[in-house]
Each structure stands twice: as C-alpha cells, then as structure tokens.
C-alpha cells in the first residue's frame, strides 16, 4: 500500500522532530504493510522560497538512508492567492510523477479557487492531488461543490478518516463512490498522529471486502510503478 501523506522527515515542519522518531514512523509504516511512503513536509509560500525547502527536504530525506527506496519526495503545499500563476509551482510536485499535493483553506472555496486549481493544471503538466478532502466535506457541502470538487480532481483522504468509527462510515462510502484516489496517514509523530495505514485498510477489507480493496490498490499501482499517467 501506498502513504501518500506523511510528514516523517526529520526536523521539516510540526512532523518529526528527529531522526530517530522518524525511523520509528517508518518502521511502523513498514510493519502495517506499507510499500512506499510519500513524504510531504508543509511547504507554506509565504514563509520559505521554494529553493530553501527542496535543499532542507533534500537534507533530511538524506537522513534515513536505509529507507531511500521507499520514500518519496514531496511537500503538501498551502494555496494561496496566485498559486496558479507561480513559476516555481512544478518544482514541489512529487518526485518524479505529475502530482501535487495542496492543502486548501479551511474556509468556504470560491469560484475563483476552484478556477486556480484548473488553472494550475491546465498551465503544467500538474494533475491536482487535494489533501485530506474530509476537511472541508462541511464547507463544500454548503456551497454545493462538494460533487464538482470530487468530480474534477484528484482526492486524497486520512487514514483516520476510515480508523474513526464516527467517521468511517462517509469514508467508505467515498470509496465506494470512486470519489477517493489516495490514502495517506499525514503522521505526525509516534504518540498523537501516528501512522495508521493498516488500521484504515483493515477496516476497508472488512466492509468493503478485499477484493475490491485490491481494486482500489491496483488503481494506485500505476504510481507505485513510477508511471506518470493517472486515469480514474
Ligand atoms: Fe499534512
């Protein structure tokens, strides 16, 4: 299975705070069955230049060089106001595939939002990957776009999202909707936000059966294989 949220390298944002917790988080990933890890430190435009942040990144994923074959560098990267015109955008895409990854504000989207992520996708070879959708379930539900948003972009959800017994229930039925694209943990530590991918899948194989839970992981394999195309 696929992490394709994580903040485990050391020393980059809230995440980690050294080598050693991230080779814990690792190791747990690895013992729950995950196969690659997406490493996605905050990348927030307002208070770092992109070159500064790919060195530190560069620095730290260099830190666990045990793990170099499953990690992936990538960065959960702000919106924000003019993001669809920025020169630097595809720079902070994962590795070497076209995704990135945004984290949109915790406010009602406008129109003007929703424009800009087109925006990016039609001004690169970006496709839009948006963090943990069930964030902002409330406020799409309110201005209507929750269908649209699922409909014209790729999703990615937590693994909290399917681990939470309140919660679980809307997380499946995404799935089952087709709405979901990509699991992550977004594990922060060992103690409050730890990684959590085998709890998520245990609980989709269990409600939703695990052959279509291998469905849904063959829909990622493209990726786990480096392909760069992605087709819902
Ligand atoms: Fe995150």
Redesign the pocket.
Known sequence: MIDF?S?VLPGMDDGSRSVAESIKMMEASLDQGVEMIVA?P?FFPWQEKPDDFLARRDSAINTLPQFSSIIRAGA?VAYYDGIDYSEEIERLKIDDTDFILI?MPMTIWSRRMLEALHTIEKRTRLKVVL??LERYVPFLKKSDHLDYVCENFLIQVNADYFCNRWTQRKALKLVKEGAVDFVGS?CHNMTSRPPNMGEAYQTMEKKLGIKSVCAFKDKQKKFLEGGQIYER
């Open positions: 949220h903040h996605t905050h959960e984290e963090a943990h977004d």
